[in-house]
């Protein structure tokens, strides 16, 4: 499961367990993208931040892990070099790459985008207030699946610790220690 993880929440965690279930997977591994490609503009925390967060928040999940791939890789992540690498790992596993409603509209528009669905089948998991259009992507390679609406997103959790308001139960109790740790999201939107 590709994110920025800035920070991890419980929209995420529940959407992983929910692809793992359907899909009987054995282990989801979260990626913590280094330099998000469409997220130029923005402001991102240190990856170190966002990796630690994200270990935090799987660590009492036998089958959830966090990978460093696209943490250690200099320079954009794409998502072809993160399955590349994954696939480098586990040269016998079959991957599903999971995302969002929202992600998976650019997948036309990713870095060598033919070649992403011969690497792993590619699951969108929706989320609310966003309404998935799949058209003119390979159907056999491409599922969506529905899960429990959990209006919850990183830039919300941001916006409330830079307002100091409460974001208990959005994120795991680890990380709402590790935000206040770090003082992280104080300065910034
Ligand atoms: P930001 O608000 O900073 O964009 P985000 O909450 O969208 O953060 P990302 O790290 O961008 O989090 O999300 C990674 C993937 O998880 C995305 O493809 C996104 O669509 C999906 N996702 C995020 N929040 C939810 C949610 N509440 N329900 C389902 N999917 C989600
Ligand atoms: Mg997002």
Request: no cysteine.
């Amino acid at each position: 499961m590709g994110g920025t993880f800035d920070p991890v929440h419980h929209g995420h965690l529940v959407a992983a367990s929910e692809v793992a279930a359907r899909f009987e997977l054995d282990e989801v591994v979260f990626v913590p993208t280094g330099h998000p490609t469409f997220k130029q503009e923005q402001e991102v925390t240190v990856a170190e931040h966002r990796y630690l967060m994200t270990v935090i928040a799987t660590a009492s999940n036998p089958r959830f892990t966090v990978s460093r791939v696209d943490v250690d890789r200099e320079g954009l992540t794409f998502t072809v070099d993160t399955l590349r690498d994954l696939k480098a790992q586990r040269p016998d596993a079959e991957l599903f790459f999971i995302t969002g409603a929202d992600a998976i509209e650019q997948i036309l528009t990713w870095k060598d985008a033919e070649e992403l669905f011969t690497m792993a089948q590619f699951v969108a998991v929706t989320r609310p207030g966003h309404a998935l259009s799949v058209d003119g992507l390979p159907g056999d390679r491409v599922h969506v699946l529905e899960i429990p609406a959990l209006a919850i997103s990183s830039t919300d959790v941001r916006e409330r610790a830079r307002a100091g308001q409460p974001v208990w139960y959005l994120v795991p109790d680890g990380v709402v220690q590790y935000i206040a740790k770090h003082r992280l999201y104080r300065g910034q939107s």
